[in-house]
């Protein structure tokens, strides 16, 4: 897969610097308090998740939380569609990936499950986390065999903290031959 | 779940009319031999399916054929993203089971599980079918129980005809309570 190629330039400003650098870009998001330009950038290179108003409210060292407009993600029933359910659920494995290892990997989602447990009504929110040990673990084997399977459980809960959905992620981090 | 109250006037012509009417609908879009209002009713009732750009193909008794467009659906490596397949894949479920099983009744995706195989880098296609006897049993047990689970299985092809992904859809069908 040619990873550079498609590349936009935005991305690559962000994503195919060397690693300090991009850890720079992170904490110049996380100095100012806005994800604005993260999401932006979201948006820019993955014009499906800007569409349905996928937005990243707070990005922290092996911790991402996301959420998604009930408006204009309505299905025929009134309720948030699964796939913008899916897409919230999916979009922080790969924002989690670049930002929690650098540029010199990539990674791949394999499998998607996701469950759907009660209708939803309202903007939905989820939270996804990697602990030190994990992102430590994923890291080292990628090195060592030039990928590693690692899975992102979330659950997506409404404003008034019910449940509507389940999802685990099964990704896959790969070094880049030209990392 | 208040199915009626947040219907469309557009979805509640093709839907909400009776059984029959609602054929007689579906035997028009057949022998147009175009599936233009159908495709502008999915996009109407269901704006994020629109803006991805799905397309009803083919929809003939237990048969749907579908079509995502790989533009406006790539992510940052330039393949096409993971929700835009997930939309291709669910989306027939609901179509099918409105037309098959008629405006008594209504689906609920349960859960979705979709494996990603290789990249996408053109429009993808699936085709989803049901049998007779699977489509009156399911019908049947609605008829005696209320509901019935269904799954649907899907194979997502590229235009060069490799398998890109592969989907299951866990489905119920609900007779409505005023149906």
Known sequence: MNVIGSFSALANYLFETK???SQGVLSRIKRSGSYLTLNKLISFSIPFAGRAGFEVLELRRGLLKAKIPFKGNTNHV???YAGALFTLAEIPGGVMAIFEFGPRYFPLLKEMNI???????TD???????TETQIEQILNTTNEKGKCDF??????????????????????????SDG
Chains 1, 2 share one sequence.
Not at 115 to 121: E, N, Q, S
Not at 124 to 130: A, D, G, K, M, P
Not at 160 to 167: F, K, P, T, Y
């Open 78 to 80: 009134g309720t948030m």
């Open 115 to 121: 469950k759907y447990l009660a209708p939803a009504k």
């Open 19 to 21: 690693q300090s650098e």
């Open 151 to 176: 899975t992102l459980e979330g659950k997506l809960y409404d404003k008034q903290g019910e449940l509507v959905a389940e999802s685990i992620g099964h990704y896959q981090l790969k070094k880049r």
């Open 124 to 130: 939905i929110t989820v939270e996804f986390s990697l």
